[in-house]
């Protein structure tokens, strides 16, 4: 079994700077995709980036150039940095990782609240 659990959540002005992290338990083998997903009230949960194990990124085009995806494997860590945060960021962010067993597995955090002020 894996377990994520995130910290890093926190209520901030418009304009300022998070930085979330994810730190994983249980083995997550050495093919794996990390990630953060947010999902703001009445909403629906929506990807937010990712990072394969071999570091290729992918952003939704709401936080491109905002947002920094990175991962420390040694660690099983994986860290989100929020830069020029909007009200429209606030949310609710989950960690997420799919790990490949011959098929793919994929597992949840509990979610770190992130609230922006304007």
């Known amino acids: 079994q894996v377990q994520l659990v995130e910290s890093g959540g926190d209520l901030v002005q418009s304009g300022g700077s998070l930085r979330l992290s994810c730190v994983a338990s249980?083995?997550?083998?050495?093919?794996?995709?990390m990630g953060w997903y947010r999902q703001a009230p009445g909403k629906q949960r929506e990807l937010v980036t990712d990072i394969t194990s071999d570091g290729r990124t992918n952003y939704a085009d709401s936080v491109k150039g905002r947002f920094t995806i990175s991962r420390d494997n040694a660690k099983k860590t994986v860290y989100l940095q929020m830069n020029s945060l909007k009200p429209e960021d606030t949310a609710v962010y989950y960690c997420n990782t799919k790990v490949r067993r011959i098929t793919w597995y994929e597992y949840w955090g509990q979610g770190t609240q992130v609230t922006v002020s304007s």
């Open positions: 249980g083995s997550i083998g050495s093919i794996n995709r």
